[in-house]
């Protein structure tokens, strides 16, 4: 038993009146049988994140206090900053990134209720481009720019490490079991194509790049239109695809399941960020809950605004990925 969870219980037999039993007050504050209060005061069945906040109301005991004392010699501060700017690491940052977010849906996927919440407003659908080597590759030699790395090699020449696409593949196979709800922007395929012609001007992109690009990037709008028709990946896992309505700037993916809450942030570029403590997660799921409520659902319904949709996403992508509009 962590000193977390010892701490739980031993505030529980403290706060129990001499005349009543521990199992007892835990069953009458938690929904739950004889056998999992037993579990759980016995050490065998740790206290979820959501059953301890509940103790902690009812007993008017401190989360914060209940943290530090599980934490202060184990490094998980309220905000860890996952990856930096730091370019002499920038494959290894990348490597604990991908690493991160898996370790993060296997700790979702451990209990009921399931859900991821993603938004992103500069590629398309997590983890659906992981499916496309060179939009994948693409990404990632993006990443790499970005961070200040000097890479000697043209985009056809570069070779991504075999240890991001091992983990790459195993994020999306990862992913694709687990209920998903995105969040697009409407001009999500312009950005992705500005990137495209950004690139292309560098001279770093050929011709031949930026068709492989535009072929792999319809294969990709097709893969999402089939799913958002059904509302379920090929995996029968339930899909959610909503387009919003307003601006933003920052990617955000929510995990939540009975016994595990996180948040990632994308900020400053290519910083990403893991909220832990109790109130950024509140605040975090608030913001996401607010955009989801202020943007349009096109799965399983609304089919004339999710033809849209995709339609302007594909004739973004045809338009915007012809030679004559990379030269201009």
């Known amino acids: 038993m962590n000193k977390l969870q010892h701490e ?14 521990p199992i007892n007050i835990l069953i009458d504050i938690l929904p739950m049988s004889k056998e999992a209060a037993y579990r759980r005061l ?10 301890i906040v509940k103790l902690s109301q009812t007993f008017n005991v401190s989360l914060d206090s209940l943290i530090k004392e599980e934490y202060s010699n184990y490094i998980l501060p309220d ?28 700790k979702t996927k451990e209990s009921a209720n399931p859900i991821i919440f993603s938004n992103t407003h500069h590629i398309l659908s997590h983890p659906y481009i992981f499916k496309y ?10 990443y790499l720019y970005f961070q200040n790395e000097d890479i000697d090699k043209n985009f056809s020449d570069f070779i991504v490490p075999d240890k991001i696409i091992t983990l790459e593949y195993m994020l999306y196979k990862e992913a694709l079991q687990i209920k998903i709800s995105y969040v697009h922007l409407m001009e999500i395929a312009q950005i992705y194509v500005t990137d495209i012609n950004y690139f292309y001007k560098l001279g770093v992109l050929s011709e031949k790049d930026a068709e492989i690009q535009k072929n792999e990037a319809l294969s990709l709008i097709n893969d999402i239109n089939h799913d958002s028709i059904t509302g379920r990946n090929n995996y029968n896992v339930p899909f959610t ?11 955000c993916v929510y995990f939540f399941s ?25 605040d975090m799921k608030n913001w996401m809950k607010n955009l989801i409520s202020s943007s349009t659902q096109i799965t399983s319904s609304a089919e004339k605004q999710r ?22």
Request: with cysteine; proline share 1%.
């Open 42 to 51: 016995r050490g065998e069945i740790d206290f979820s994140f959501t059953e």
């Open 133 to 142: 080597k060179n939009i994948s590759k693409f990404r990632f030699y993006r």
């Open 79 to 106: 905000v860890v900053q996952i990856v930096s700017s730091d370019k002499n690491n920038s494959i290894d940052n990348y490597c604990l990134l991908l690493e991160y977010v898996i370790s993060c849906i296997r």
């Open 258 to 282: 009975e016994y595990f809450e996180t948040v990632i942030v994308q900020l400053f570029g290519f910083n990403f960020y893991s909220f832990n403590d109790y109130n950024s997660i509140i």
């Open 8 to 21: 739980v219980v031993r505030i529980i037999k403290e706060y129990t009146p001499q005349n009543m039993q």
């Open 241 to 251: 695809l909503y387009v919003s309505n307003i601006n933003f700037q920052a990617d």
């Open 307 to 328: 033809y849209e949709f995709f339609q302007k996403q594909e004739k973004t992508i045809l338009e915007g990925l012809t030679i004559s509009a990379l030269k201009t």
